[in-house]
């Protein structure tokens, strides 16, 4: 067998996507969100997601023409509605990263408004398992975003139904490990924002790794592991914020089962996988409230990728493989455990147990 293809161009050029879309998301967190907008106001998170999703994929179609990309948002709205569409073109033409000869391999600024609509348009793949496809959410985390605490850009390669390459932009995330993670705006009184910002990738049979989000050049890449908790009892696990998105009830009793009893680190967003593959916490728990609910896969791509890479195991909450070669959705799977792989057996039991009764 030969060695497994180590896919560095396309970690680049994700990573530095990424790394564009981040900056352009901060700028709308800063220049419309920050104590203007009630958090009931959606309008500031369109303008986040349209103009990251434009900024991603025309990156990938300027340096991977014949793949697909399949991501959460499309252009309708903003075609009808000039007056979004004008903001949103107005920060997007603005953004650009901080080395010129990296925004140029970007493809540079995108030309005008109809290629930033064209761009967004371009991410309607409908997914599969056979060829190249980019699954892009060009902000996850909506509500995190709003609250100033975790959001993300994920965007994943998945080759013949397999994740390949993952790249998650979690511009709320510490860079160092022993730093608190904040989940609101409220959070952040007293810390410093400088040390905030981290890319976190992987490709497949290479390891992951995380960088600062805001270094002008040079390496900068540590490898990342997962810690391996000696006894569960030091062990923490992370659910999302978002009641109606997993059962929190559910977690408890199998936290409480494994013998956890630290109270749960509650973190909106595909964030959730880069705290576990840092070490910040152990356990990422993500028990379906609705069985019929398909998870959007571009929630998962990513982070599923730098978890296995990091030393950690990830199902769904059945104990199967998570395909993502399925289409837009995870349809062959409910919810999601993720844990070190020397504990994930463990967790998967813990989770029979509660499910079962
Ligand atoms: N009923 C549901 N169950 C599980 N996930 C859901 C859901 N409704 C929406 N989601 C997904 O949950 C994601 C956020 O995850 P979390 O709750 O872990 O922060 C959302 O991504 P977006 O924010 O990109 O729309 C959305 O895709
Ligand atoms: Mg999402
Ligand atoms: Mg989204
Ligand atoms: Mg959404």
Redesign the pocket.
Known sequence: MSLPENYARERRVATLAVQRATIYTQKVFHSLVKGTVSKDDRSPVTIGDFGAQALVIAAIRHNFPDDEVAA?EESSLLRSNPELRDQVWKLVSQVCLPDAEEDSLLGGPLKDENAMLDAIDAGKSTGGNRGRIWAL?P??????FLRGGQYAISLGLIQDGEVVVGVLGCPNLPVDKTARVINSESDREGQNDDGLGAIYSAVAGHGASIRPLARRRGPEEEPIQMREPLSLSVASFCE???A???SHSQQKAIAERLGIVAPPVRL??AA?YAVIARGLADIYL?L???LS?E??FW?HAAGYLIVKEAGGEVTDAMGRRVDFGKGRTLAANKGIVAAPAGIHGKVLEAVRAVWGS
């Open positions: 959460e959410d902000i996850d985390g909506t509500l995190g999302g914020v978002e109606a998105h997993s909106d967003s959730k993500r379906p409230r609705n609910y998870e959007n929630d």
